[in-house]
């Protein structure tokens, strides 16, 4: 079941999923085995229009709306957690902040060749010391003659090492508020000093790019400031916002498609004489999953919904992702139950969307910052 029913979001959905299953989900168990990003896919990507979904048609995206993102992050998800994260993440954050704060020429130079896939984008919030609170970010970039200079070390940056530009948060005003004096630029990779210092090994989502990237004096020009000097930190919650509904998205798809398997596992495997499907545990925990998962579907179209409407959506979207990520976790967790010790085994790919979904619990803002969202939004309007 989806709840989105506009004819071009249903073709777009079926395209994704097709796509999804002939492309992705036969090598999605190898990619995550030898924990590779699998660059040779970035072609095709971007062909489907994937790598550009919210880029107007006039700089080279399909000009596609924030429901049809979440449709296609959703659909790769069902196969393959990794590369639904790679597209959430390049689309809605690395070029989001380029198309929704930067300068024409930023728009112009940018945006085609992460269309094309020739530039995967990364964005750099998250610090070794800050990342629930991510305005105590200690990266720095400090005015030099008509440009700036960038330190610091940023942490669990997505497309860290394959990407072809980062926009990375740095603090340009410490005697404001913390965040007040945050700014965003945007670093091609190749600049001298920028680097992907470390890339780190995951728990699940194995295939997408998780790096350290060290700033050491890395000399910028004004042009490559994205938005204005001290607004970054307010532009970053509304990437975030957005992000949401994509992380959300995310695990759904993992979720609906662990319940697929379950499905399909529970018809065909046979215990004291039977299906296990005619047992009434297994049907209800196949009942209680796909209650919750429509339910976080919902959650999740509403806010994307509200975003094509041009309405407020923030704290929707925080809802989204809380309930969803949370949703998603039980309903795969029940998914490997239904598939007894074959599930615990990698010959089942129940087991692999477990460890992936586990990410849409704690990337761009953990369940607990979420519920304070959601309360801070409440008590705001109250
Ligand atoms: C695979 C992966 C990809 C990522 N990609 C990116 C990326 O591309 N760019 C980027 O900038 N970042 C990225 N991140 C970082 C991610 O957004 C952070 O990990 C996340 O925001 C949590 O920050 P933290 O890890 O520092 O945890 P912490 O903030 O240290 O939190 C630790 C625990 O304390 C809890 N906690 C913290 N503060 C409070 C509070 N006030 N009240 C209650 N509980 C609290 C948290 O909920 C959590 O349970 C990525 C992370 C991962 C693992």
Redesign the pocket.
Known sequence: MDFTHAEHHELLRKSVRDFARVEVAPHARKWDEEERFPKELVPKLAALGLLGIRIPEEYGGSGMDTTSYAICVEEIAKVDGSLA?TVA?HNG?GTGHILGFGSEAQKKKYLPKAARGEWLA?????EPG?????AGLRTTARRDGDGWVIDGT???????SVGGFCVVLARTNPAVAKQRGITAFVVEHGTKGFSASKH?E?LG?RS?D?CELTFDEVRVGDEQRVGDIDCGFTDTMKILDRGRISIAAMALGLGYGALDMAVTYAKDRKQFGKAIAEFQAIQWMLADSKTELDAASLLTYRAAWLADEGRRYGQEASMAKLFASEASSRAINRALQIHGGYGYTREFAVERHLRDAK?CE????????QR?VIAKGMLHDA
């Open positions: 994260l993440s954050l990364a964005w750099a919030l998250t800050s990342g629930s609170d991510a940023k942490m669990f940056i997505t497309q860290g780190l995951k989502c997408s998780t990410i704690i990337g761009e803002g953990t369940s607990e910052v304070m």
